[in-house]
């Protein structure tokens, strides 16, 4: 098998938070990778993805907060880029499938715009008073997958992750959500690898 692949892959996504409950509404990212594969068990995997979120909650309405009203925005689209690190556990490994469990730390631009493509941060309207956010924060996919070789060492995968964010402001909300805790993904990715060098194998001793 090869011992470095190149992988490209497109993953319907879905966030959970404020303004789309139990991963309702689906967008793309398109994701350029690197796999390595020198490994029985273990093996390291670089990635990173582009693409889109939205979400929306038309009758989204938390009730007044210490006598204020909160007026948050109820639609929101934001672009993101991730590029994370995966260690990869190989449950299975033969010559022509892999099946793994993997986890991973990584990095998560998102810019979170309403539906005229006005950015959200400089609306503080939409949040509590004095609610800032940036833009960058950290990502903890985890991920179980299964790859399966061709003869000529391609591969084709499939892959379920959570990318557990510790950011609330996806959809530019916190202070005034209903759900608890931190905006998260759910993606299902299909991905194609190419071998970009192999392992040389030790030839037999000649024989006398």
Partial sequence: MATYYLQTGISPNSYN???GGSFEKWTVLFHLGV???HKEKLNG????AFGTLNGQQINYAPPPIDNVTPTPNTFFNTSVFTFNYDLHYNIIKKENLIVYASQGFGLMRFNPRDEFGNNFQ???A???ANETYGNIAAIFPTTVGAIYFLPNQFGV???TSLLNSTTDYLDNISQWGLEDGNDNILQFRF?????LSYKERALPEPSN
């Fill in 157 to 159: 995968g499939f892959q």
């Fill in 122 to 124: 400089d609306q503080f």
């Fill in 35 to 37: 796999k390595l594969n």
């Fill in 191 to 195: 991905t194609v690898y190419a071998p």
């Fill in 45 to 48: 995997n670089l990635s990173m």
């Fill in 17 to 19: 938070g404020d303004l």
């Fill in 126 to 128: 939409t949040r509590a």
